[in-house]
């Protein structure tokens, strides 16, 4: 028996990494006050609640998963906030509402996916739809501000001179790296998406790993819905329509497979700066937001079809 | 055609349809109970338009999904092929050149998101997803936020006119069935593509051109799409950058709630228009009781996840 | 096969110790169709207890009940004399059985230890985290006794079936099992690999471990097999010692009948000319500088140990694989091109895994059978489904396919039939060079002898046969003569009157 050399999985890290640096350089060129302290700072704390998203949604992906929701249950999370706690007067009721929405959201998909077998993506577009319409009928189709009750001091505050919103990012990705490298859990998750039997016959819970995944993804919104109305100060309805396409634009380019259970998280932080690099670029271009999103699909295309030149298959040929 | 003829049970296939025209009828035998105005003659013409609309943008879908594949861009497609329809329309004031330049965009778009699938063997939902958004924002750009109105009646007719007393939309799904189905179940090709949609490899182990059949039915789709937003722009007589925002989901939903597999290879178009009737009939009660329209997506989300959670669980009770 | 020192058969007494593990009068039922009927076994320590029947007899269903895989409708189980219940894998695994299965049950994108340690990693110091050093220590020590060398830490992606079948014995053993159930573990691998794991059952044998075998090749039940049991349409029919049993009073019992296994190959025309030829072929499969050919009315075998490259050179010549330099001809016209362009010159591929590459399960046995010859039956492209199904009627009686007619499922056919519809398909595509990769791996004895005479009769009415397979004895049977691969390369080619087992062993495994 010979041993065959061993390869290093191929994640393609330098892609992204050699397209963020081109945006940057284009940026700093194109942009009036891109290259500057406060601008970047700018970035990285507004990249923060995409990357609350993004990681679960990683973990989601390497499951062969998909949550299209994840925009929607964002904006019904901020809404429930900001009701719950304008109408109990205390922020940590509202706090507590916005996480359990998330959650459970999250628990619904992970229910309807695992027990009922039915595609990912067919069922978070209707929770999409779910979640979106409960939360015009909530805030009767209208944002909130003014909650107060220093909601907007998760936004702008600090810690030991480190602003919330970073925390909260470094310690999501801390939360997420110990599950996926060292926990039966992430075991599970890469199964699932690299083999099922395989899960079920060496006794491993299938279906509640594939809950637990949409359950993290759902809690993780919650999370995020705290900064997200602490920017706003309150909640809107739409305010995070489409974020979803972000979180998923991050995770493939930063290189994780949509089939197989195989990712990477540094990818994913380096695919969310990616995204809060173009956003923020072309915010200062004055890029109307349509086009902006047009641009972030061009990305996520052209990476693939990098990836594809490269000879990276993500996709079984046809 | 004796051995067919002959043989008279039924395939699953046609059951699973016989069953959904029995819930259509059920439905509405429950909405014209629960509203007097349902089986008005205007009512129910109104309801085949928009079925019909339905219908004509699922109908391309429904070729890409029994293939193996998946479109979410078509609701986008529409919305551009319209507003490039409406702009020639208006340039040149002849509706010839207008349908010729919408359902060249739909072609187009088709196209693009065939070559991607195939050429760049992206999954079909990232391509479709990103094509989407992309389309969406060069449509909202294209528009600069004014909306185009006012077109000829000869074309106003494709979309709100009347034939023979019923609305022509209907006569143009009346076409698409007949020769979608004649395409599907009648040719070479569509024993191709149903191949291709059951499994993939097989079907190119067997020399099935699998990649030019997955690329004919995206160009398929972009077409429909294209005829669709013909269709959709002569009814509403105006054009902006974001029309039809709703039609995406309400075609996937069609396409569903009629059968067809979203694993491939099992389906019918005569299952789509079911499923268009049924979508649009619920809308339809939706409206007539008064029921808001925030609501109308969530209700269309859960009509889907209860379509396929039926079909997952009977194809799991069959296959034990 | 190597031999490995067959134990004395102990006479059976009435004092014999309780067996380690029992099944009684185990019934399971799928949809109507009884899979067990009231079916028993007694495992007992340090014996290796073969299990044997025809595909669907219910060898694997029996054993996937042991593991806790599937749950049984009746019977009862007992370990050690005592009652016990197994409804989950976590029941079986707790009382001690562990299983190499067929499927193979790895993650492709873990590394080797996390796979062999799937579902029961060592726990690292603080809750639900893992151990890694003692997880990669202690798979180290599993693979060293396998004789495995390969690093703990590289994903199992990648790697040839015949080392993914080796890491499933290993996970097994680690298990450190009481009960070990091995369904066909020799299927995928060498020579070399099955005495490695015809010693560690050795081992497995003196350390009281209880082993129930099921294999399809007679050689191995008598060289391991202590006890044989054979099932027949999910009922078992008889237990016997193994040195009391012979091979052809356990065909009778597997097939019910008397097998005919007369087929010889006789009366041949002689072979035609050239129809099929390769000249110094390399492929992105990794095949280098190939060059074979195929006459008119031969059967040319195709030889060589898992991973030598046969597979890729089958897919080569029907363009599944791109050709990297060297030609390819067809009746002496050079021929490129993919599986469309393979199949209009008479091409037709059997692949080794026809549930996947083969046929489309969900589709009807009519529709697979039509897929090929579309364009050729149907030449206008007007598909008329009338003119199908009687096509289809009469490949299914002309192969006496066992189903109820072109409308069936195709998945609820058995193994051979299938296999027959796969064969059918090509013949309605007017195919006159078969590219057989495996064909009757997976097929019960009365089926194989079927398959052998459909190829023979294929090659009377002037077609050409090239047959990959892993079996030498088929080898020296069927074909008139054969390539043997090795490493990726032509080892050597074998005439008629060269054609044996032993040249065919020694060209695989040495360079001459």
């Known amino acids: ?318 | 055609m004796n051995a067919v003829a002959t043989n008279l049970s039924l395939t699953p296939e046609q059951r699973a349809v016989l069953s959904r025209v029995l819930v259509l009828i059920l439905l509405g035998a429950g909405i014209a109970f629960a509203s007097s105005t349902f089986l008005n003659t205007g009512n129910l013409l109104n309801l085949l338009r928009q079925a019909s609309l339905i219908f004509l943008l699922a109908s391309g879908l429904t070729l890409v999904v029994l293939c193996g594949g998946l479109d979410l861009s078509i609701g986008a497609n529409v919305a551009l092929s319209a507003c490039l329809a409406a702009t020639a329309m208006k340039a040149t004031g002849s509706p010839l050149v207008g349908c010729a330049a919408g359902a060249a965009c739909g072609l187009a778009v088709g196209t693009v998101n065939g070559l991607l699938v195939t050429r760049v063997r992206i999954p079909p939902f990232i391509a479709t997803y990103g094509t989407l958004w992309i389309i969406h924002g060069v449509t909202y750009w294209y528009m600069a936020g004014e909306s185009v109105h006012g077109f000829p009646p000869a074309f106003r007719a494709l979309g709100s006119g009347y034939w023979l007393g019923v609305p022509v939309p209907v006569y143009l799904m009346g076409i698409v069935l007949v020769l979608g189905t004649f395409f599907l179940q009648y040719t070479a090709w569509g024993q191709e593509i149903y191949a291709t949609g059951a499994n993939t490899e097989a079907a190119a182990l067997s020399g099935v051109p699998v990649l030019q059949r997955r690329l004919l039915v995206y160009v398929l789709s972009g077409g429909m799409a294209g005829l669709a937003s013909l269709v959709f722009l002569a009814r509403l007589n105006s054009a902006e950058g974001d029309m039809g925002e709703a039609l995406t989901l309400q075609a996937i939903g069609a396409v569903l709630i009629g059968g067809t597999s979203l694993f491939g290879g099992s389906g019918s178009l005569t299952g789509t228009l079911v499923g268009a009737l049924i979508l649009t009939a619920v809308l339809n009660g939706m409206n007539l009781l008064g029921i808001s329209a925030n609501w109308q997506p969530l209700i269309t989300g859960l009509i889907v996840i209860a379509s396929v959670g039926a079909d997952a669980l009977s194809r799991r009770r069959r296959s034990d | 096969m190597s031999a490995v020192a067959r134990r004395p058969i102990e006479p059976l007494t009435a004092a014999a110790p309780a067996p380690l593990f029992a099944l009684k009068g185990i019934t399971k039922r799928f949809a109507g169709v009884t899979a067990l009927d009231d079916v028993s076994l007694d495992l007992h320590g340090g014996e290796v207890h073969m299990l044997m029947g025809e595909n669907g007899a219910g060898k694997s269903t029996l054993m996937k009940v042991l593991c806790g895989a599937y749950r049984s409708d009746g019977g009862s189980f007992e370990a050690d004399g005592r009652p016990v219940t197994v409804t989950s894998a976590a029941d079986a695994r707790r009382l001690g059985v562990a299983v190499i299965f067929q499927e193979y049950s790895l993650v492709p994108h873990l590394d080797i230890a996390h796979n062999v340690f799937l579902g029961r990693e060592p726990r690292g110091r603080l809750p639900g985290l893992i151990d890694h050093a003692r997880m990669h220590r202690e798979a180290r020590a599993v693979l060293d006794r396998l004789g495995l060398d390969l690093d703990t830490r590289r994903t199992v992606e990648g790697l040839g079936i015949a080392q993914q079948q080796m890491i499933e014995i290993a996970k097994a053993l680690s298990q450190q099992a009481r009960i070990l159930v091995l369904d066909e573990p020799t299927a995928a691998l060498s020579d070399r690999e099955t005495e490695r794991l015809f010693a560690v059952i050795g081992d497995l044998r003196r350390d009281g471990v209880a082993m129930a075998y099921i294999s399809h090749r007679m050689a191995e039940v008598f060289t391991l097999g202590d006890r044989v049991t054979v099932l027949r349409d999910g009922r078992r029919i008889a237990s016997m010692p193994a040195g009391e049993a012979t091979a052809d009073e356990l065909v009778t019992l597997m097939v019910g009948r008397k097998v005919d296994m007369s087929y010889r190959r006789d009366d041949r025309p002689a072979p035609g000319a050239r129809v099929l030829e390769m000249r110094d072929v390399s492929a992105t499969s990794g095949i280098h500088d190939v060059s074979l050919h195929v006459r008119v009315g031969e059967i040319v075998g195709l030889a060589g140990l898992v991973g030598s490259g046969r597979t890729e050179v089958a897919r080569a010549i029907f363009g599944a694989d791109a050709v990297t330099s060297g030609t390819i001809r067809i009746d002496d016209r050079v021929h490129r091109g993919g599986p469309t362009q393979a199949r209009g010159h008479g091409l037709g591929l059997i692949p080794e895994s026809r549930k996947q590459q083969g046929l489309a399960l969900s589709r009807t046995v009519g529709d697979n059978l039509l897929v090929a010859g579309l364009r050729r039956l149907f030449p206008s492209s007007l598909y008329r489904p009338g003119r199908a199904h009687e096509h289809g009627a009469s490949m299914i009686s002309r192969m006496r396919i066992a189903t109820r007619g072109p409308r069936q499922v195709s998945r609820n056919l058995s193994g051979g039939n299938q296999q027959k519809v796969v064969i059918g398909k090509w013949l309605l595509a007017g195919t006159r060079i078969y590219l057989f990769d495996e064909p009757t791996r997976g097929i019960d004895v009365g089926a194989k002898e079927e398959i052998f005479r459909l190829i023979d009769q294929l090659v009377k009415d002037g077609c050409a046969v090239l047959m990959i397979s892993s079996e030498l004895s088929e080898i020296v049977r069927v074909c008139d003569r054969a390539y043997v691969m090795k490493e990726k390369r032509i080892a050597g080619e074998l005439s008629q009157a060269e054609l044996s087992e032993t040249n065919l062993l020694r060209l695989a495994m040495h360079h001459d």
Request: glycine share 16%; hydrophobic share 55%.
């Open chain 1, 1 to 318: 028996m010979t041993e065959a050399t061993a390869r290093k999985p191929r994640i393609p890290i330098p892609g992204v990494a050699w397209l963020l640096i081109a945006l940057v350089a284009g940026f700093s060129i194109g942009a009036p006050g891109f290259a500057s302290g406060a601008n970047v700072s700018n970035i990285t704390q507004q990249a923060t609640v995409l990357l609350l998203l993004a990681l679960p949604m990683t973990l989601i992906i390497m499951a062969e998963g998909l949550d299209l929701s994840m925009g929607a249950s964002l904006s019904l999370c901020t809404v429930v906030l900001a009701a719950t706690s304008l109408a109990t007067g205390s922020l940590a009721l509202g706090i507590a509402a916005a996480i359990v929405t998330g959650t459970l959201i999250g628990v619904l998909n992970g229910a309807l996916i695992a027990w009922l077998d039915l595609p990912p993506f067919v069922v978070t577009l209707g929770t999409l739809g779910v979640a979106q319409g409960l939360a015009l009928l909530v805030a009767e189709g209208r944002g909130t501000t003014g909650v107060g009750g220093g909601l907007s001091s998760l936004w702008t505050g600090t810690v030991l001179g480190l602003p919330i919103p970073l925390l909260f990012a470094v310690g999501a990705w801390a939360v997420f790296h110990v599950l996926l490298h060292h926990t039966r859990f992430g075991v599970a998750v890469i199964g699932l998406g690299g083999n099922r039997e395989a899960l079920r016959l060496a006794a491993m819970p299938v279906r509640g790993s594939l809950i637990a995944v949409y359950a993290l993804g759902g809690f993780f919104v919650g999370v995020a819905a705290l900064l997200l109305a602490g920017r706003l100060d309150g909640g809107h309805p739409t305010a995070a329509i489409g974020t979803e396409f972000d979180a998923i634009a991050a995770v493939a380019v930063g290189g994780t497979l949509f089939e197989g259970g195989k990712g990477s998280l540094g990818g994913t932080v380096l695919g969310v700066l990616t995204v809060g690099v173009m956003r923020n670029g072309m915010n200062l271009m004055s890029m109307p937001s349509s086009l902006q999103v047009a641009a972030v699909g061009g990305v996520v295309i052209a990476a693939l079809l990098i990836d594809a030149v490269r000879g990276t298959p993500r996709a079984e040929p046809a």
